[in-house]
């Protein structure tokens, strides 16, 4: 036994003591009051312990029928806990699902959690750095030292696979997007994307050049053909740099257009749902991914198998995370977005774990931990049976007496 059910055994038997001994002393008064003779107030008296001696036992009845028959009789509808594990396993399984983990709700519960913020708080203090850094390293060393490569390409490869062909991947991947075009978040990326294009156009001039002069025709002079690739350089780079700085550009709408086009496609497209399911399947299936994972999985396995390394930069993500509002706020926005999905996939299973454990358990250690849970405040019944029992049999027998008064 652990000591939380020692604690809570010795409560209970405190508390069963305590309304064992109001129910006995009640009991002495009612069987007194046959010495007291008939005075008008020993009536009162009698009647009000017979009605809390009444009280007691019935909730004494009531409270051990939930756990065991009570003294030992197989009385018709007692034991309910033993009788009605497997139901009230299910039960509890569905009342956890549906109450605890609705998508609305776990949405509240990560909005009011601030997790990225309380993370940031967490890994900044070395002590816990520290901690998580020491759990990552024994877990690389041992895996590193029970696979081989070409074993971790494969297991790399098949949990990619697994993970990214998820039929709730897609439709995630579109709210994603949704909510990073609502928030704005694409804006640095298409800019980005935009510059890029810019700079490849500079860096790669000499090919272009070149290839402009191969396409031009023989007579036209080489004079002009620098002439005129100059002057189309000069605007497109012209253009392109009008469109990265000006977000009410009409290509940056398009753009904008377009990719609110793709995101609403993931999360309602089930065609292209299964192509995109497709494309990643074979992907993940390919030896070049699959080795390239693998590379990556090892250098990581090797990284994390040095704590001093891992403490510094655990500390330094969580200062990020802490002093980064910007970056703050888009992993927030981003978990926010995927809480529903998550809750969808997993209250199913927290359900059933639920409801297995429970009916794992054997019937009467089911109903020893139930009254151990719950024992100590069901004894405050007996004990609220046996006064209301007797404020009862007061009022009754005082508005008896005056009305036969």
């Known amino acids: 036994m652990s000591?939380?059910?020692?604690?809570?055994?010795?409560?209970?038997?405190?508390?069963r003591r305590r309304a064992t001994a109001l129910l006995v002393a009640v009991g002495a008064v009612f069987v007194s009051t046959f010495w007291m003779g008939d005075a008008t107030w020993v009536g009162f008296l009698r009647t009000t312990a017979e009605a809390s001696v009444i009280g007691?036992?019935?909730?004494?009845?009531?409270?051990?029928?939930l756990f065991r028959h009570p003294l030992g009789i197989p009385i018709p509808h007692t034991a309910i806990i033993p009788r009605s594990k497997t139901g009230l396993a299910r039960s509890l399984g569905q009342f956890v699902?549906?109450?605890?983990?609705?998508p609305d709700q776990f949405l509240e519960r990560v909005e009011a959690l601030q997790p990225v913020q309380r993370l940031g708080e967490w890994l900044i203090e070395e002590a816990n750095a520290g901690s998580a850094a020491n759990q990552l390293s024994r877990i690389a060393q041992q895996f590193m030292e029970g696979i081989d490569r070409d074993s971790l390409a494969a297991q790399a490869g098949d949990t990619a696979g697994r993970l990214l062909q998820h039929p709730a991947l897609t439709a995630g991947l579109g709210r994603a997007l949704a909510a990073a075009l609502s928030a704005g978040q694409h804006h640095p990326t298409v800019e980005g994307a935009i510059r890029g294009a810019s700079s490849l156009l500079v860096e790669q001039?000499?090919?272009?050049?070149s290839r402009m002069r191969q396409e031009s025709p023989w007579w036209v002079p080489e004079a002009v053909d620098d002439a005129v690739f100059d002057k189309a350089r000069e605007a497109v780079l012209a253009f392109l740099a009008e469109v990265a700085s000006n977000r009410d550009h009409e290509v940056r709408k398009a753009i904008d257009a377009r990719l609110r086009d793709i995101a609403d496609r993931l999360q309602d497209?089930?065609?292209?749902?299964?192509?995109?399911?497709s494309a990643v399947a074979g992907l993940?299936?390919?030896?070049e991914f699959r080795r390239s994972l693998a590379e990556l999985v090892e250098r990581t396995l090797r990284d994390l198998s040095r704590p001093d390394r891992v403490t510094l930069g655990l500390q330094a993500v969580g200062r990020r995370l802490l002093e980064d509002e910007d970056l703050r706020s888009r992993l927030d926005g981003w978990m926010q977005t995927l809480a529903p999905s998550v809750a969808r996939v997993g209250r199913r299973e927290l359900a059933d774990l639920i409801a297995t454990t429970i009916e794992r358990w054997d019937p009467n250690d089911t109903s020893r931990?139930?009254?151990?849970?719950?024992?100590?405040d069901l004894q405050f019944v007996r004990i609220n049976g046996t006064v209301v029992g007797g404020l009862a049999g007061l009022a009754i027998h005082t508005a008896v007496f005056l009305l036969g008064g």
Request: aromatic share 10%; proline share 0%.
């Open 3 to 15: 000591d939380y059910d020692r604690e809570r055994s010795s409560e209970l038997r405190r508390a």
């Open 56 to 65: 007691g036992l019935a909730d004494w009845f009531a409270v051990t029928a």
């Open 97 to 102: 699902e549906h109450n605890f983990l609705s």
């Open 205 to 209: 001039e000499s090919t272009l050049r």
């Open 269 to 277: 497209d089930s065609d292209l749902a299964r192509r995109v399911s």
């Open 284 to 287: 993940t299936q390919s030896h």
């Open 369 to 376: 931990r139930l009254e151990l849970w719950m024992g100590k």
